[in-house]
């Protein structure tokens, strides 16, 4: 199971960011991201990644933009890293800097 | 890594999946043209190889490929069903039970059974072999018409394949991973580009993260046939939507795949070009040709598909039932829930608990009594009437599934003893307890199996006999006067009364020259080491079995007896209780105690005093032109207490029999939860438990079936004593 940290801002997930633990991180992260103006995301020491994990990203990502708050994810493990090469977003997740719309949209394409 | 419960799952499934598949792979023999029976067969193949790969257990998966891959065949009318390739399909089935048997008790397949897997493997892959030639165009997906337009014509200069995918909302929930194919894919060819998509996920508030949004577009560099590539996809084609375009597709075929795809066309063309798929110069030729089209009509894409001579519309027409009929499958799935049988064990119990506390409250309304209290516990105590009833329900089910498993077991025997015997199922829809489904199966195969090792009879003995060849095989269901019965029946030889009672004597269970009936000859054959068949085979004739059978079913307070006519054939008939809970009662007064009869073998009361007139205590009465045999409950359960004033009569019904049992009060209906007796009190006979009253009280219940048998078997001894009397009394005339 998925354990994670809080700590002001900082959120480290250990584990499985998988179907089995998403429910669960999805409504803390979302909590998470109301009440700090910058939700940032250590995947270091996630060992199993799957799509729906992705999808999670990927959600929360889009959420704190549409907030106007910073998400960044940081430290990506190897399990992490290797999704996001097969699936063509190392650009969307791939790195700690600002998103802002128009960067998804041009990505997306890309 | 994998949670026991989700193993317990694929395994309780799996058994299911493979019942199934039996059941239709027996099916199939008789119908061979039935593409439904077929679909069975490979559904529950496709799934169990889709679910086994999810847990990693390639060895399932590697083997129910080469099944499954059979069975498409077959299904796309390749092969044709015949009765060789429904028996290695059998075995393959029995092969595929081993190893869920094996991942059920976390062991893992031995060398042995790895090799016999094997051996299987390539039995089944010589029917593949047989039909390569038939395959060898693979790759066309729409062979162009000599009538289509020539702007139809025209290709695309990839040499790549496209794959569009979007996944069903189930994806995660059926256990896959959307990246899994992928990597799959990447095992048939070089994937050149993939792009995911994931314009279909809804903003964080609306997201389920468990429902999956994602969707990839692939451009593939294979040399592998479109049939490979597709089967990548077998486990998730029924929920996602999958397009496959083989290198060089028509420019048409682009257009409708962008036609068909949910994303805006601009955004998707780009997509297309992003993959090396299209050129930018071929995009715009696809876009162009769809605004044409869009211009000319907005037609169904069914219709636009038969306008341009790509399809038939007898084709469409049979997708569209096809799409209907998977839609309704689905709707009767959702309609079922897996109940852990221990919650409604749990449930039952303390409905048993309700009604009693329910009748407790009734009394203290009677006692206190209080007109509005009594009229709303009576309220009360109908619902929770319901609610037994209800409760109840849950726990039954058809006694058909266990019935269609003798199938196999009548198959399967009938080859070994190279008898042709044929089952006949009728009453499968009756339903009981869920407990005695499970527990019946074991006393059933074994006097299925009996009957047809020593009932029927070898094929030219049939024929010296004037019956047909084929011998036939019943399996009966129906309720009557609250238990169910379950008959056994064949056409054979039926049981020979000499021979038994000889092997009877022989064997010490009885004293020779002792008077018996036919019906106590016939049960002897149910006395422990008890077999009279000359040739001892492997199926039966040890005379262990019998016993065992009615053991097995006097423990679910059932009985069991045969019915037989020589030469014509023999029936079995086993009667069990519904419920082995809670039943209705008839409270009923002996002296100072109280005992519960059920209440559906209950067929009158009448008072002693009107019926009979015989001072000498007969023990039958005159009941309307009927002899009826009664006891004094009082004598039979050496009762103490006062006598009643007026005795009365019970009438009570099971199987063909009725009785009379006399009572000194009739107290009415009760709602009974059986209790059972303790160890102690076990062996006592006419007694079958005994429940808690509303005051607290404690009630037996009678046990009607063995009075009855009592009553019956001093019935039968009297009438032979008094035949055999006036037998001698003749002789001597």
Redesign the interface.
């Known amino acids: 199971m998925a354990k994670s940290k809080e700590q002001n801002g900082r959120i480290t997930i250990k584990g499985e960011l998988t179907?089995y633990t998403?429910?669960e991180?999805?409504e803390s992260l979302?909590a998470k991201l109301l009440t700090n103006d910058e939700l940032v995301l250590d995947l270091s020491a996630v060992d199993e990644f799957?799509?729906?994990g992705?999808?999670?990203l990927?959600?929360?990502k889009?959420?704190a933009m549409?907030l106007g708050r910073v998400f960044k994810i940081t430290q990506h493990s190897p399990a992490v890293l290797n999704?996001l090469n097969?699936?063509?977003?190392t650009s969307l997740l791939g790195d700690s800097m600002l998103i802002t719309p128009e960067i998804i949209l041009e990505e997306?394409?890309? | 890594m994998i949670p026991d419960e989700y193993l317990q799952t694929f395994v309780i499934e799996s058994k299911e999946l493979l019942e199934q598949m039996e059941e239709a792979l027996l099916k199939v023999e008789q119908a061979p043209d039935d593409p439904e029976i077929i679909n069975a067969i490979f559904r529950a193949a496709h799934t169990i190889k889709g679910s086994a790969g999810m847990f990693g257990l390639d060895h399932i998966v590697t083997f129910t490929h080469a099944a499954e891959s059979v069975l498409d065949k077959v299904r796309s009318g390749d092969i044709a069903i015949n009765s060789v390739l429904v028996a290695s399909l059998i075995e393959a089935h029995d092969y595929l039970k081993v190893l869920v048997e094996h991942v059920a008790k976390g062991m893992s397949p031995s060398s042995e059974i790895d090799e016999y897997g094997k051996r299987l493997i390539s039995q089944l892959e010589t029917y593949l072999d047989k039909t390569k030639e038939s395959e060898s165009n693979p790759l066309t997906v729409v062979t162009p018409n000599a009538n289509v337009e020539p702007v139809q014509t025209d290709v695309v200069g990839t040499d790549y394949w496209h794959l569009s995918l979007r996944f069903g909302v189930d994806v995660f929930r059926n256990g896959m991973d959307p990246f899994s194919f992928v990597r799959c894919l990447a095992s048939h060819g070089t994937i050149v580009q993939l792009v995911t998509i994931i314009d279909a996920i809804p903003a964080a508030e609306d997201m389920d993260p468990e429902s999956c949004y994602l969707g990839f577009e692939i451009s593939l560099q294979s040399n592998e046939d479109k049939r490979t590539i597709e089967n990548v996809f077998n486990f998730v084609r029924d929920d996602c939507s999958i397009r496959i375009l083989p290198p060089h597709s028509k420019i048409s075929e682009y257009q409708d795949l962008i036609h068909e795809l949910p994303e805006q066309e601009m955004r998707l063309g780009e997509i297309l070009v992003s993959c090396g798929t299209l050129t930018p110069e071929e995009l715009e030729s696809v876009l162009h040709f769809q605004s044409q089209c869009d211009e000319a009509l907005q037609q169904p894409i069914g219709e636009v598909l038969v306008e341009q001579k790509m399809v038939s519309p007898p084709v469409i027409e049979a997708a569209l039932k096809k799409q209907e009929q998977v839609k309704e499958n689905k709707k009767a799935e959702a309609n079922l829930i897996r109940v852990d049988a221990e919650k409604l064990d749990e449930l039952i119990n303390l409905v048993g608990e309700l009604i009693i506390a329910g009748a407790g409250t009734n009394l203290i309304a009677r006692r206190a009594n209080m007109p509005d209290l009594i009229e709303s516990t009576a309220t009360l105590s109908r619902l929770v009437e319901e609610v037994r009833d209800s409760a109840l329900a849950l726990r039954m089910v058809q006694i058909g599934g266990t019935f269609n498993r003798f199938q196999r077991v009548v198959r399967d025997v009938s080859k070994e003893l190279g008898k042709d015997i044929e089952l006949i199922i009728s009453g499968a829809e009756t339903e009981l307890d869920k407990t005695v489904v499970e527990k019946i199966g074991d006393p059933l195969t074994h006097l299925v199996r009996n009957s047809m090792d020593h009932g029927i009879e070898s094929a030219e003995v049939r024929l010296s006999r004037g019956k047909p060849v084929k011998g036939s095989l019943k399996l009966n269901a129906y309720h009557d006067a609250g238990s169910i019965v379950i008959e056994v029946s064949d056409d054979g030889g039926g049981l020979n009364k000499e021979k038994i009672l000889n092997k009877a004597i022989e064997r010490n269970l009885v004293a020779e020259g002792a008077n018996l009936t036919d019906k106590e000859i016939y049960n002897l054959i149910f006395e422990a080491g008890f077999s009279t068949a000359e040739t001892v085979s492997n199926l039966s004739g040890r005379g262990v079995g019998m016993d065992v059978v009615r053991r097995n079913i006097q423990a679910l307070r059932g009985t069991v007896d045969i019915e037989s006519q020589e030469g014509l054939g023999s029936t079995i008939r086993i009667r069990l209780p519904l419920t082995l809970a809670i039943i209705d009662g008839f409270m009923v007064g002996v002296g100072n105690t109280v005992f519960v009869i059920p209440l559906d073998m209950v067929v009158e009361c009448i008072e002693l005093k009107a019926w009979t007139n015989d001072e000498r205590d007969g023990q039958c009465l005159n009941l309307r032109g009927e002899v009826l045999p009664y006891r004094r409950l009082r004598d039979y359960l050496n009762t103490q207490g006062e006598q009643g004033q007026r005795e009365n009569v019970v009438v009570v019904r099971y199987g063909d029999h009725k009785a009379g049992l006399v009572v000194d009060k009739l107290m009415g209906e009760f709602q009974t939860v059986i209790k059972p007796l303790g160890k102690l009190f076990q062996g006592e006979k006419g007694i079958g438990g005994f429940t808690i009253l509303g005051n607290g009280d404690v009630a037996l219940i009678v046990d009607v079936p063995s009075l009855m048998n009592q009553i019956e078997h001093e019935k039968a001894v009297e009438e032979m004593t008094v035949s055999r009397a006036s037998r001698s009394y003749a002789e001597v005339i």
Do not use: S, Y
Request: charged share 10%; glycine share 8%.
């Open positions: 179907i998403v429910a991180l999805k979302l799957d799509a729906a992705l999808q999670l990927i959600v929360i889009r959420g549409a999704l097969l699936a063509g977003l997306n394409l890309a």
